[in-house]
């Protein structure tokens, strides 16, 4: 039988699981891999507020029927692999089998809302267990410390770290990497006033925070950022009754964007003949339209107070307001106007624009334009507490896992090779390419937060199934059962 690492156990990793067990569960005519799940935290931890990321408490962005088997494509494996998904690892099943707010009477009486966070972990949580109960999987709760390829043996090498500092190596078929990336590098000149996108819902940030603004007779928040995580912070202040802190957004957008649910946009993120049906350039601007500084419309409406404004401004660094200040100073914002993609991307080739459309997120355009254009303006900005929630880096997982492979690092950490390797990934989600020597990128390094060429469903929550169907592609063969 063969094996398959999943580096991370939230949903990508639960649904891969779910999904080899409901295949075992059907007597799929080609086995499944075996599913090791790696991850250091608890099932689900990212959505549990206890190492960050969220409080717990926000409602999901998304449907709790666009679960772990969503869109249940009978045409993948069958009308009995997504019987058994629908039985075992739905949403439903978790809430007839839950009690309190996710039970699913109170669940459908009370209008079939998104569930929270932490209720979302807890059916991540019963999903693995359930896929570990049936033999498909194996939860391995160590901390990853090198991805490495045996070229002799054609297999992947997994080395880890358990609690006690022992380590682990383990030979598999394949790997999948999940989660969404550490957290963008801090501009220059950041101190322990500056938060970002994971500690700020730390307990330990939330009381510095309270201690900083409790100490300023004029206090101010900035926050950077025009997409999700920028409005979900600005949404717990508002949570927690502070109405008249001043509270400013920065981003580079012209505003803080809506996205709604709507079956135009939402089929696109499960049907693959619509999908590649569209020019790439159509495809571009979807993926910039929908998945990248965009705010779910219930999220905005919540973010109505006079307390908070949005200014649109390119954040550069930080400067202290008073210079040579001892400790953590108050900081100044320098930051400019937004640079003109057109003026960025015109003369650029295809590939390079292809990136400034799809990962808008990574930071500051990375092709400046040319020409005679004027410096914009530099405009300062103090806060006594600023939160960068410009995004996360999805390239951070080469410097976490091959660092001692450095053909492996070296593929990833180029950063004008990255548009390319974006451009190229696999069905099943595989990278794939030239290494500098001129071999072959070794197959089954499967990574979905680099798959949105393949689908816009591979970097989010949108289809689930699906993104665990395309990866299980390269171990079982898809189609009806025979």
């Known amino acids: ?88 690892f ?45 033999g498909a999987a194996t939860l391995i709760p160590d901390r990853v410390s090198a991805v490495g390829f045996d070229d002799a043996a054609r297999t992947w090498r997994i080395d880890s770290t358990n609690s006690n500092g022992g380590i682990t190596s383990n030979d598999y078929d394949g790997v999948v990497i999940t989660g969404s990336g550490r957290p963008l590098p801090a501009l220059d000149g950041a101190n322990g006033r500056v938060f970002d996108g994971r500690t700020f819902w730390q307990p330990a940030s939330s009381r510095r925070m309270r201690d900083l603004l409790s100490a300023d007779p004029d206090p101010s928040v900035l926050i950077i950022g025009a997409g999700g995580t920028a409005a979900a912070i600005a949404y717990s202040f508002v949570r927690k009754g502070l109405t008249t802190l001043p509270i400013t957004i920065i981003g580079r957008e012209a505003t803080l964007f809506a996205r709604h649910d709507g079956p135009f946009e939402d089929r696109l993120f499960t049907d693959d003949d619509a999908w590649k049906a569209l020019p790439p350039h159509v495809r571009e601007a979807f993926l910039a ?59 650029a080739p295809t590939w390079k624009r292809w990136v400034g459309a799809v990962l808008p997120s990574l930071g500051p355009p990375p092709f400046p334009g040319v020409g005679g254009t004027p410096a914009p303006p530099i405009v300062r900005r103090p806060g006594t507490v600023i939160i960068d929630a410009r995004g996360f880096d999805r390239w951070g997982f080469a410097d976490d896992f091959f660092a001692p492979t450095p053909p492996l690092r070296d593929f990833f950490a180029d950063k004008d090779r ?46 689930l199934g699906w993104v665990a169907d395309r990866v299980l592609s390269a171990y079982c063969q898809r189609g009806l059962e025979q």
Not at 15 to 28: D, M, T, V
Not at 311 to 320: D, M, S
Request: hydrophobic content about 40%.
């Open 289 to 347: 339209r929908t998945t990248a500084a965009v705010v779910w419309d219930y999220v905005l409406r919540n973010l109505v107070s006079d307390n908070i404004t949005y200014e649109c401004y390119n954040a550069l660094r930080y400067h202290p307001v008073v210079p040579g200040a001892p400790g953590d100073p108050e900081l100044e914002l320098e930051m400019e106007a937004p640079p003109d993609p057109a003026l960025a991307t015109t003369s």
């Open 418 to 463: 990255r548009p390319q390797i974006l451009s190229q990934i696999a069905f099943d989600l595989s990278v794939r390419g030239p290494l500098a020597g001129g071999a072959d990128f070794p197959p089954r390094l499967h990574v979905p937060g680099l798959g949105a060429i393949q689908g816009p469903a591979s970097t989010n929550l949108m289809g």
């Open 90 to 134: 739905s949403w439903q099943s978790f809430a007839i089998n839950s009690a309190g707010r996710s039970r699913y009477r109170d669940w459908v009486v009370n209008g079939r809302h998104p569930p929270r966070h932490i209720d979302f972990a807890d059916y991540l949580e019963y999903a693995v267990d359930k896929a570990v109960s049936q």
């Open 1 to 88: 039988m063969a094996r398959l690492a999943i580096i991370g156990a939230g949903p990508k990793g639960a649904a891969i699981a779910a999904k080899a067990a409901a295949l075992r569960a059907a007597n799929h005519r080609t086995p499944p891999p075996h599913i090791d799940l790696y991850d250091q935290d608890q099932v689900g931890a990212a959505w549990r507020g206890s190492i960050g990321y969220t409080d717990g408490v926000q409602p999901l962005c998304t449907l709790a029927e666009r679960d772990l088997g969503f869109p249940y494509d009978t045409a993948s494996y069958g009308p009995g692999v997504a019987q058994a998904m629908i039985g075992d």
